[in-house]
Each structure stands twice: as structure tokens, then as C-alpha cells.
């Protein structure tokens, strides 16, 4: 138990450190307009990478796993392209998934 509380101890204090050092190292200065773009891009490219592997990837880390997931993913990502909202995507994406897993 005591193993535990010193790992989450030691995270904790990496996870401070890094979070204060682009305070402290940049001291009040703009971040370059390249910088800003790649940092605006980086929570997409993540979201989008879990995404593709919580859908494909299969639980024993095997091969790719297709199945009702990707139908969900598709309807969730063709509703979003008609610009509908975070509430009518989910429920699209959550509807379509069931009725495929109920059709297979």
C-alpha cells in the first residue's frame, strides 16, 4: 500500500512541475504564432487517436476488431458533418451502435 501512495506522491509532483514550467519559463511572454498552432491542434489529434483505438482495437490487443463500434463512429461523424450538436451526435452514435449489435 505504501508503494501506491509513493507513486501517486511522485506523480503528482511531476504533474505540478510540468504544469508550472511554461508559466515560469515563458515569464509573461506570447507564445510564437507556429507554436499556438501546433498546440490548438494537439487535444484533436489525441481525441481523435482514442477514438480510433477505443473503436478498432480489439480487448487481448490482437487484431482490429470490426464491429458495431465503427457504424457509431460513422454516424456520429456524419451527423457532426451536418453540424449537429454534441447531444444529438452521442445519441445518433448510441442508437445506430445498438441497432447494429441487434441486426448481428
Not at 482514442?50 to 465503427?70: C, F, K, N, S
Amino acid at each position: 500500500m505504501t508503494e501506491v501512495w509513493l507513486t501517486i506522491g511522485v506523480l503528482a509532483v511531476a504533474t505540478a512541475t510540468i504544469r508550472a514550467s511554461g508559466p515560469v519559463l515563458l515569464g509573461g511572454r506570447d507564445l510564437p504564432p507556429a507554436l499556438r498552432g501546433v498546440i490548438a491542434l494537439i487535444a484533436p489529434a489525441l481525441l481523435a487517436a482514442l477514438v480510433v483505438v477505443q473503436t478498432l482495437g480489439a480487448p487481448e490487443g490482437g487484431e482490429l476488431e470490426l464491429d458495431a463500434r465503427i457504424a457509431g463512429v460513422a454516424a456520429a461523424g456524419g451527423v457532426l458533418a451536418l453540424g449537429a450538436t454534441t447531444l444529438p451526435v452521442v445519441a445518433v452514435a448510441a442508437l445506430v451502435t445498438a441497432l447494429v449489435r441487434a441486426v448481428l
